[in-house]
C-alpha cells in the first residue's frame, strides 16, 4: 500500500529515506556522469587551445629565436582561459594585462634588479598601474601575477624584454583564436531556448491536467516548475548577450547577426511570458482548492490550456530550423497556433460563466500577447488576435 503525507494542496506519496550506501551511490554516479559530460563537450576547445599555445611557443622559439619562451605559450592559456565561450572583453584583459605586467617587471628590473624587497615593490606598482588602467579584477591579477614572476624568476639569455615580446605573440594567439574559432552560434542558442520552452510546455499540460483532475497538486507542481525558470532565463541572457558580441567581431559568424537580433527579442517577450504563466499557475492552484470553477468551465479551460501548449511547442521547434527560411516559416507556424489559441480567450465564453473563471481568462490574455510578440509580430497585431470583451 502507498504511503501518503498532506500538504496545503493536497496529498503526496511518502518518499522513502535512503541508506548512506545508495545516498553515496548516487552521489558518485551524478558526479561521475556530470564529469563525464564536461570532458565529453570540452574536447574541441581543449584540443583548440593546446594547439594555440603550442603554436605561440613555436613561434617565439624558432620564427623568433628565443630560448624557452615560457611565457608566450602562458599568455595564450591565461587569455583562452576555461569558460564555455571566451568573451573578447576577457580575452584583451588577460592578455595585455599579462603582457603589461610582464613588460613592468622587465623594466624595474633593469633598474632595481632581482630579490625580495624588488618583487614587493614590482608588485605593488603592477598592481597600483592595473587599478589605474582597468576596473577589471582579471586584470589585475593577470598583471600582478606576470610582474613578480618576471622578476623572481632567472633572467633569459635572449635579453631583458624577450619574454615581454613572448608575452606580445602569446596574447596574439588568443586573439587570433577567439577571432577565428567557430562559435556555432545558432545550435549553441536554440538549445538555451529550448531549456525555456521545454519547462513551460510542461506547466502548461500540467495545469491542463490539474484542471481535468481536479488535483491542485499537480498545478502546484507546475508553478514551481515556473518558478524554476528564472535561472534558465538568466543563463539565456548571459547566451544571447555572448552571441551578439560573437557576431559582431567574428567574421565566421556575422551572417549569424540577424538571427540573435530574433532571438534576444524573443527572449525578451518570453521572459514577461513566463512570468505571467506563474501567476496563472498561481491562480489555478487557488482556484482549484476552492472549488471556484464550474465542471464546463474546467474543462474548456483545460482544452485551452492543452492548445497553448501545442502552439508553444512549435515555436520551441521554429528556432532550431537550420536555414533562415525555415526559420521564418517556422515564426509563422507558431504565430498562426499562437493566434488561434488567442482568438479563443474570450472571457465570457472560455470562463464559462463564472466570475473566477472569467478572471483566469484575463490573466491570460497578455501572456498570449507576449508569445505572438515573441514570434516577431508587432504589439498591434499581436493584440488583434484576441476577441473583443
Not at 239 to 250: C, G, K, P
Not at 323 to 336: C, N, S, V
Amino acid at each position: 500500500m502507498e504511503h501518503r503525507h498532506s500538504t496545503a494542496t493536497g496529498t503526496l506519496p511518502q518518499v522513502e529515506e535512503l541508506g548512506l550506501g545508495e545516498r553515496l551511490r548516487r552521489f558518485v554516479g551524478r558526479r561521475a556522469r556530470a564529469g563525464w559530460m564536461r570532458t565529453r563537450s570540452s574536447a574541441g576547445q581543449a584540443a583548440l587551445t593546446t594547439i594555440a599555445a603550442v603554436a605561440a611557443y613555436w613561434f617565439a622559439e624558432a620564427v623568433l629565436g628565443h630560448e624557452g619562451p615560457l611565457f608566450a605559450a602562458t599568455a595564450t592559456l591565461v587569455g583562452l582561459g576555461w569558460g564555455r565561450e571566451p568573451k573578447l572583453r576577457r580575452v584583451l584583459e588577460v592578455s595585455v594585462g599579462c603582457t603589461l605586467g610582464i613588460l613592468i617587471g622587465d623594466a624595474l628590473m633593469l633598474g632595481l634588479g632581482r630579490g625580495m624587497w624588488q618583487a614587493a615593490i614590482v608588485l605593488f606598482v603592477s598592481i597600483m598601474a592595473a587599478r589605474f588602467l582597468d576596473s577589471g579584477p582579471i586584470f589585475t591579477t593577470q598583471m600582478s601575477l606576470q610582474a613578480v614572476l618576471v622578476v623572481l624568476l632567472p633572467a633569459p639569455a635572449d635579453g631583458p624584454f624577450s619574454r615581454s615580446l613572448d608575452a606580445v605573440v602569446g596574447a596574439c594567439c588568443a586573439l587570433i583564436v577567439t577571432f577565428l574559432r567557430p562559435h556555432r552560434t545558432q545550435r549553441s542558442t536554440a538549445k538555451r531556448l529550448q531549456a525555456l520552452y521545454d519547462p513551460m510546455v510542461s506547466i502548461l499540460r500540467d495545469l491542463s491536467t490539474a484542471l481535468r483532475t481536479q488535483e491542485s497538486s499537480t498545478a502546484w507542481m507546475a508553478l514551481i516548475t515556473g518558478r524554476g525558470t528564472q535561472s534558465v532565463l538568466d543563463e539565456l541572457r548571459r547566451e544571447v548577450q555572448m552571441a551578439r558580441e560573437v557576431t559582431t567581431y567574428s567574421p565566421l559568424e556575422r551572417r549569424q547577426k540577424g538571427f540573435v537580433t530574433v532571438v534576444a527579442y524573443a527572449v525578451d517577450r518570453s521572459d514577461l511570458a513566463i512570468r505571467s504563466l506563474r501567476i496563472v499557475a498561481r491562480r489555478v492552484v487557488s482556484l482549484i482548492d476552492s472549488g471556484s470553477l464550474t465542471d464546463e468551465a474546467a474543462e474548456s479551460l483545460s482544452s485551452w490550456f492543452d492548445e497553448a501548449a501545442d502552439a508553444v511547442q512549435i515555436l520551441n521547434r521554429c528556432f532550431d530550423e537550420p536555414t533562415p527560411a525555415g526559420r521564418r516559416q517556422g515564426r509563422l507556424d507558431a504565430r498562426e497556433a499562437l493566434g488561434a489559441a488567442a482568438s479563443r480567450l474570450h472571457p465570457t465564453h472560455l470562463g464559462g460563466g463564472s466570475l473566477h473563471g472569467e478572471a483566469l481568462v484575463m490573466l491570460l490574455r497578455p501572456m498570449m500577447v507576449d508569445l505572438l510578440e515573441a514570434t516577431g509580430a508587432d504589439h498591434e497585431e499581436a493584440v488583434g488576435y484576441l476577441p473583443g470583451v
